[in-house]
């Protein structure tokens, strides 16, 4: 008789996955009704992270395994602890079965910045036990290492935990914005079109909204995720980058890297007639070519690299300087995306099919192919360089120009399977498991994002040191950051490769561990954050966001009472929060008005049920109505509104309106100011459709800024106004 034939009733299976944190069973918002994960889902989750329950015989020896690797454990690999926590000082340790009198022990305490202390004492010997231990000291704010040492007689036993000492909370609005709220600009950067750029909106042209932003009184400039994208064919959409620890170098703005004023080559090839009419071709278009754009920077970045490398890598000049820095700040990790890049010109851009020896980051076939591609390596490197010293120019226009916070950016909620964080870290990486959502309201199948996900066990085990590098690439020179689908450092929802998104069920992670580290790596950059959380929301969320000083995400044509019909009033907005009117995911305000995602859906076929659509347009409408109903009442709108009223001041009413609220910080979008209507992205809708992260801006950076209607929407609003402060 097999094993698998012996029973139905899979108690080890389900105690198996609820010690790894795979939910038992979530409200489905579908209906409200409780759906339960069943044990094929279990199995596969199971599977993912590479343990084998597939019969509840190997349940059980996996259960056993998972015990006895915590009895062997001295001291937990990490713990993430408040400074102003009572429990810091008290060190958990589990004396090994040792028949002795006393057990010698020595606490030793390194510090982050390597200054060592050492206790010392005993304890009685016996059977295997837990039992605190106590350190004298406070430890300081950062990441410590604290090494426990036992020894009986000729035994020795020692392990070495990471410390990480966090702060109560995050950075407050306060700190930054001296105690008023603050409005910025919020703006897909791709999507810019100016008479100077190559085709894709670049960082000098952030450097010019940054500076008109400084000048209408605002605090903040807001950006779509900067991360590394392949650009080209599908695999540009900001929110699936190949890495998210590094950043997109077409963002680079070619005229402002320094080597072009040492590379005559580079400054005779732009000025060319074939280059310049490209540019020309490429700053009319509708459309963001990625490929193109790219293609006709490529030689030209080339050049000036090899410019770098003749005239100041191996010089003592500040810019060779630098460089070095930046190497030695960001290694390995960098090294590892640019051999990734360098091979990803010979093989192709998908990891997952290049030859099998290359597939292994750490090994000797890709140790052999760095060094024989150093130079293309060396390339990615330098273009990273330039790219964060870039970023670090637009932080300094931020700070002359006066705004209080300066860029706000965006970390994307997870990365390609087929990039270089994922080859990079495949034991992080669940290969047999996507994120997405469950169903609800807007998706009865629910959603599969088609991002891998990542294994809070084993990031548990590595000490958190891939979060902590997100949240340092995403906090250097910012001011804030936003953290895409923040309900993921709760739970995340998993799909099994190749099940619809029904079958999936979420998966819990170290929630306290990471707004700890989260908190800790805010206060040291001096940085806000915003935690998107949209969506279903678990009651326990809120009120967690809060508790770590985490501003939430208020989105106003969201905050639409489902029983009253009314939208929330101005006041009923809370301070912790970035209010906005619309997001990425939705059309503009004119198209959203207009109802151009609905159309659109409709003639991809992605809306094709007659009575879902009429119900979509109905629901919509009476937004709208129900909005300018809300916007009269607030006396932002005339009476007249109610007849007819133009998209132009409806938008200055709106935002106007977002800007009355107490929240700390009010996000108004460019594309609004610009007056857009049709979507940069249509959520669910592959490219082949719609392509999407692909549409550009009707009028030029410099036509807009200079135009007076883009300040009169602005709206008016008490933005220098004092923050309440929290009840």
Request: one cysteine or more.
């Amino acid at each position: 008789m097999s094993e698998r034939s012996v029973s139905t009733d899979r108690p080890a299976l389900r105690r198996l996955a609820a010690r790894l944190g795979i939910a038992e069973s979530y409200v489905d918002q579908t209906g409200g009704e409780q759906r339960v994960t069943t044990d094929a889902t279990r199995e596969r989750l199971l599977a993912a992270m590479g343990i084998d329950a597939s019969t509840e015989a190997r349940a059980v020896r996996a259960l056993r395994r998972l015990r006895r690797k915590v009895q062997l454990q001295w001291i937990a690999p990490v713990r993430v602890v408040r400074q102003t926590s009572r429990t810091l000082r008290r060190v958990r340790i589990r004396v090994p079965t040792l028949h002795v009198h006393e057990i010698h022990w020595t606490l030793t305490l390194r510090t982050e910045d390597g200054i060592a202390r050492e206790w010392r004492g005993s304890v009685h010997g016996g059977p295997a036990r837990r039992t605190e231990l106590e350190l004298p000291v406070v430890p300081p704010l950062g990441y410590h290492d604290l090494t426990i040492e036992l020894e009986a007689e000729s035994e020795r036993h020692s392990a070495t935990q990471r410390l990480i000492v966090v702060p109560a909370q995050c950075t407050p609005p306060e700190a930054r914005l001296q105690g008023r709220r603050g409005f910025g600009i919020t703006a897909n950067l791709y999507t810019v079109r100016s008479a100077r750029n190559w085709g894709a909106g670049d960082l000098a042209d952030l450097s010019a909204l940054v500076e008109w932003t400084a000048q209408q009184g605002g605090a903040f400039v807001g950006v779509n995720p900067l991360h590394a994208l392949r650009n080209s064919g599908y695999d540009v959409s900001p929110y699936s980058p190949i890495t998210r620890l590094f950043r997109n170098s077409l963002y680079i703005a070619v005229e402002n890297v320094p080597e072009l004023a040492y590379d005559p080559w580079a400054r005779e090839r732009i000025a060319s007639p074939e280059v310049q009419a490209e540019l020309a071709e490429l700053r009319r278009a509708h459309m963001l070519d990625y490929g193109r754009v790219t293609a006709l920077r490529a030689p030209i970045l080339d050049s000036l690299f090899r410019t770098f490398v003749a005239h100041e890598r191996d010089a003592a000049t500040p810019r060779a300087r630098a460089y070095a820095q930046f190497v030695e700040r960001e290694d390995p990790q960098l090294t590892q995306f640019a051999t990734f890049m360098a091979i990803s010109e010979r093989e192709g851009p998908d990891a997952r099919q290049w030859p099998e020896p290359l597939r292994d980051a750490n090994g000797a076939a890709v140790a052999a192919l760095r060094t024989e591609l150093a130079d293309r390596v060396d390339f990615h490197r330098w273009l990273q360089f330039e790219m964060d010293r870039q970023m670090g120019c637009v932080a300094s226009d931020a700070t002359r120009a006066g705004l209080a916070l300066g860029v706000y950016q965006d970390l994307a909620v997870g990365s390609a399977p087929s990039g270089s964080d994922v080859w990079a870290n495949p034991r992080l990486f669940v290969p047999d498991a996507t994120v997405g959502a469950p169903p609800d309201m807007y998706s009865d199948e629910g959603q599969n994002w088609g991002l891998p996900a990542i294994n809070p066990h084993v990031l548990r085990e590595t000490r958190y040191d891939y979060w902590v590098r997100l949240l340092r690439a995403g906090f250097r020179h910012s001011g804030a950051l936003r953290l895409d689908h923040a309900l993921g450092l709760f739970r995340m929802f998993w799909v099994p490769v190749g099940a619809p998104a029904r079958e999936g069920t979420f998966v819990k992670s170290f929630v306290n561990d990471l707004f700890g580290i989260l908190a800790l790596e805010s206060v040291r950059h001096g940085a806000l954050v915003v935690g998107e959380d949209l969506g279903t929301v678990p009651p326990e969320v809120p009120k967690v966001l809060q508790k770590w000083g985490v501003l939430g995400s208020k989105v106003v044509v969201f905050e639409r009472g489902f029983h009253s019909g009314r939208f929330r009033s101005a006041a009923e907005y809370p301070r912790l929060a970035l209010a906005t009117v619309n997001t990425h995911d939705l059309p503009p305000l004119v198209g959203w008005l207009e109802q151009r995602d609905i159309i659109l859906r409709s003639e991809v076929g992605d809306l094709t049920d007659p009575e879902q659509q009429r119900g979509m347009r109905e629901g919509r409408t009476s937004d709208r109505w129900a909005l300018i109903e809300m916007l009269i009442e607030a006396g932002l709108l005339p009476e007249s509104a109610r007849d007819n009223v133009r998209s132009e001041p409806l938008i200055a009413a709106l935002h106007a309106f977002v800007r009355q609220t107490p929240s700390a910080l009010v996000g108004l979008a460019l594309d609004d100011l610009a007056r857009e209507s049709e979507p940069v992205n249509i959520p669910g809708i592959w490219q082949d459709k719609y392509p999407s992260w692909s549409r550009r801006m009707r009028e030029s950076l410099e036509t807009l800024l200079a135009d007076p209607a883009t300040t009169r929407m602005l709206g008016e609003g008490p933005e220098v106004a004092p923050v309440p402060s929290p009840s």
